[in-house]
């Protein structure tokens, strides 16, 4: 169903409209009638007959027709039957304001059930309950308590906290900052915050998305419709909230470094969604979206008429990893014949202390002209002769007349730039308070533009034994282990292309010993016991051992101080295995999100993982550039390739054990968590060794 009703409806109910001025009821009311709300308003007040001259209705029944939507504000408890009377009367939209449901507790989850079954049967799409409504600018729909109407424009805005929302509509308010809809959702019990982007994705008023989530209700849904929408739309979402599987016990490294926040992290990555910290940061960002074209390239020209701020613009630009446009002879020719001599004609293009408009727009519209250019920032300083409001305008027709490229204006300084802010955002230019606001945000337009051309995503699958890690961890859940030995990680981890190093398992001395001798040194030795997880914790791993009489110490010792350590472990043995020589230890893990599904880890692998933290995630499955991806966006990556004369080890290689991981992972949902720890990589063209696996499962 579509959600036009609500932010379009052509009449509206509001049940609980009150007589009385400061009341939730009356203030809606009085806010839609203000907004110019050009369809029909039902006040439904039983004990009113006129409400500031409304006519008012006892029920929805009186009311004679369907209205398109319908606002709730009675008591919670009143709230049930009054969605059964809009199943009656056939309503199918309903915003409901009233607080006390899911929010306070057992009582008020049993409330929001029960009006959610109700609303299932008769067909209601409902937002809410515990929300603060609705606004609508282009329909001059202002169906909430939470300010004023602001002006039409192309941000649509959905929120989870009622709260922030007013804060932004006073914000958005004061600056003049216009809006497609703006949306609060409450505690989301039928329609969430995916059905809302989804219908701002679908709207023509709105051009860009913003939002702000404390959770996401379905994760991987989510991912998969917010890349579609991104594709067209950008997404810019402030999240709190996400550390909650923070504390959670995590048996694997990978589990234990994979918090919710690096899971949405990695799902906005993917989805495309542009992340903001700060609702400053997203006004600035979405503003440029909703109002200038995306840039084609990197490369940013400046104009300024003064040389400091055109230098920290200049800097922002380095430091962010964008291209100080190059302007071409042309265009400092044409800027050198009408600028006075002293003006400066490189980028930044200084057009001087004393520029009038005119200066301002002659050098913006030759510098837009430079094909070298992608995009530009006006920088403006209140000096003796600054004409900030010809400018502003000067500047807005340029941006008319030169289409295609953006431009963002940074007017600094407060009084003498105030009415020249508020022309430049009348006409659509984006403005920042300090010129690194202005780069960061055409950076972000940049990495977008850069990501809508990404690469098809194409996942390789490789040929594998499934039947075998079938068999195993289907034996496994049948007898409710879920934590999978290392001989049997092995097997599975084998089974998807890995090698291993050799070894078996010894119960004395002795037959370490001769396993040591046939195997050839120097060997390892680790302990082995289903019940110890973190081997060298408790002194269980021996590495470089060379011979014979080395091996039965190591033995005899393990067998005698771990058992004091850990007198719950059961003890099977030891495991005498081949050591791996030469390479780089690196860590490949999977840590399943509750909400996003299988996330992918590359680290520093070793001991030094969860002391170094120097890893990356992305959610599986992972196609070849993503994998590679995962590498570089860890410090680990530099030292892989080789530093400082040392030969660098097979790159191609890991990425591609990371890339089998992945369809392991994804082919079996019920690996819960799993480490690759230490994979040894050694030059390009050896074969990389699984030296130890470990892999926990969950019943699906
Ligand atoms: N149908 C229509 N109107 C009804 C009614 C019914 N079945 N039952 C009562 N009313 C009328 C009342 O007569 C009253 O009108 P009046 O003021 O003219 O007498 C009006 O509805 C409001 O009812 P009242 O009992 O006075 O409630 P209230 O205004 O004190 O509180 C809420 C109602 C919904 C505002 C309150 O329960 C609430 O939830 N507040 C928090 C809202 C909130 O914070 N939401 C989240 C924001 S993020």
Known sequence: MSLQSFFDPKSVAIVGASRQKGKVGYEILTNLVAGGYEGKI??????????????????????????DLVIIIVPAPLVPAVMDECVKVRVKSVIIITAGFKEVGPEGKKLEEEVVRIARRGGIRFIGPNCLGVISPPHKLNASFGGDLPVPGGIGYVSQSGALLAAILDLANANGIGFSSLVSIGNKADIDELDIIQAFGEQRDTRVVAGYLESITDGDVFVREAEQISDHKPILLMKSGGT?????????????????????????????????????????FAQAFANQPLPEGASVAVITNAGGPGIMAADAIE????????????????????????????????????????????????????????????????????????????IVKIAGTKKGKPILACFLGARKVEEGVRLLRRGNIPQ??????????????????????RPKRVVRLFSVNRRKVESIVERHLRQGILDIGEAEAKEIIEAYGFATPKGSIAATAEQAANIANQ????????????????????????????????????????????????PDAHILGVLVQEMVRSGKEVIIGMHRDPHFGPLMMFGM??????????????????????????????????????????????????????QRVSQLVTEFPEIKEMDINPFVVGAPGTTPIAVDARISLEKK
């Open 319 to 394: 430091e962010r990893g964008l291209t100080f446009a190059k302007l071409s002879d042309d265009t400092k020719k044409k800027l050198a014949e009408a600028l006075p001599p002293a003006a400066n004609v490189q980028n930044p293009v200084d057009v001087l202390g004393d520029a009038l408009a005119d200066r301002y727009e002659f050098a913006l519209g030759v510098v837009l002209d430079d094909p070298n250019v992608n995009s530009a920032i006006v920088l403006l300083t209140p000096q003796a002769m600054t004409q900030a409001q010809e400018t502003a305008e000067a």
């Open 519 to 566: 195997l050839g040194y120097p060997v390892v030795l680790k302990i082995w016991s289903p019940d110890i997880l973190h081997k060298s914790d408790v002194g269980g791993v021996r590495v470089g051992i060379r011979s014979e009489q080395e091996v039965k110490d190591a033995f005899d010792l393990m067998m005698y101080r771990i058992p004091k350590k850990r």
């Open 432 to 453: 920042y308070d300090s010129p690194e606001s202005a780069v960061a945000t055409l950076k972000v337009m940049v990495d977008h533009v850069r990501w809508r051309n």
């Open 42 to 67: 039902f006040p439904i007040n039983p004990k009113a007959d006129s409400i500031e001259g409304i006519k008012c209705y006892p029920d929805l029944v009186s009311v004679g027709e369907v209205p």
């Open 244 to 284: 909650e599987a923070g504390a959670r016990a995590a048996s694997s490294h990978t589990g234990s470094l994979a918090g919710g926040e690096v899971a949405y992290e990695s799902a906005f990555r993917r989805a495309g969604v542009i992340r903001c910290d700060s609702i400053k940061e997203q006004f600035d």
């Open 605 to 658: 692998g070793g001991i030094m993982v969860e002391v170094l933290k120097d890893v990356s995630f992305y959610l599986a499955p992972l196609t070849a550039e993503e994998a590679k991806q995962m590498l570089l966006n860890t410090k680990t990556y530099h030292i892989l390739k080789g530093v400082r004369g040392q030969e660098g080890v097979d790159i191609e290689a890991i990425a591609e054990g990371l």
